[in-house]
């Protein structure tokens, strides 16, 4: 398996620019989840799916972000428009059976910068 | 408001010596705890977990020790190696009142130098 797979792996954009991450996650598991890491504020859960349906979207920062899961082998996670302060790096991970005893595995990562 | 907290930015060890990261924790319904390294350009990767109805786990050179009482954890590596610098980051689960597993919270990590 090739593992969690994201893309891009960096992205510069102009502050007002609508930015779209993508992940494709380890086959056969349920559950996905998108991190952000900064230096403030570590790893933060930003939204997390079940079966591709969310299931706590309480970490997302503001309405400019959206995340979405189309089917069990592709999700999104969207900022418009995007901002200086969203510069990050934006993991997803995926696990099977959740978090919990359940190990997530991460993708590499995808570093946001915007200018 | 941190429910995980690292409280050690960075921490230099000599190598072959003991290393001991720390995690504490004040959301007293996790009730898995576990640690991820994390190299730079990748993602963390899991190391070693313990759930909270024990008090001891491990793993060749890596053991986690939980004290619930005191809501607090850490990690030990024995005999610490080179390529045991990286990032590690505490990280705590439990399960939604509506049922269903809950996310992890992770703290913000603790940067391990290992000198040789």
């Known amino acids: 398996d090739a593992g969690v797979i994201q893309s891009p792996r960096h992205e510069v954009t102009e502050m007002g620019q609508e930015v779209t991450l993508r992940c494709k996650p380890i086959s056969g598991h349920d559950y996905l989840f998108w991190y952000r890491q900064t230096m403030m504020r570590g790893l933060e859960l930003l939204i997390y799916f079940n079966n591709n349906v969310p299931i706590d979207d309480s970490g997302m920062p503001e309405d400019r972000f959206s995340a979405k899961m189309p089917n069990a082998s592709f999700s999104t996670l969207k900022i418009q428009p995007s901002e200086p302060r969203d510069s990050a790096v934006y993991f997803c991970?995926?696990?099977?059976?959740?978090?919990?005893?359940?190990?997530?595995?991460f993708g590499a990562g995808s570093r946001l910068t915007v200018l | 408001d941190q429910q995980v907290k690292q409280n050690s930015p960075s921490l230099s060890v000599q190598e072959g010596r003991i290393s001991i990261l720390n995690c504490d924790y004040t959301?007293?319904?996790?009730?898995?705890f576990l640690w991820y390294k994390k190299y730079p350009a990748e993602g963390p990767t899991f190391l070693i977990s313990?759930?909270?109805?024990?008090d001891k786990n491990e793993d060749g050179r890596f053991t986690v020790f939980l004290n619930k009482s005191a809501k607090h954890l850490s990690l030990h590596i024995v005999p610490s190696q080179p390529g045991d610098s990286a990032v590690y980051f505490c990280?705590?689960?439990?399960?939604?009142?509506?049922?269903?597993?809950?996310?992890?919270?992770f703290g913000k990590g603790t940067h391990l130098i290992i000198q040789p």
């Open positions: 990280a705590a689960s439990g399960w939604r009142s509506g049922g269903g597993a809950d996310g992890l919270t």
């Open positions: 991970a995926s696990s099977f059976g959740g978090a919990g005893a359940n190990v997530l595995t």
């Open positions: 959301n007293s319904m996790f009730d898995y």
């Open positions: 313990i759930s909270s109805i024990k």
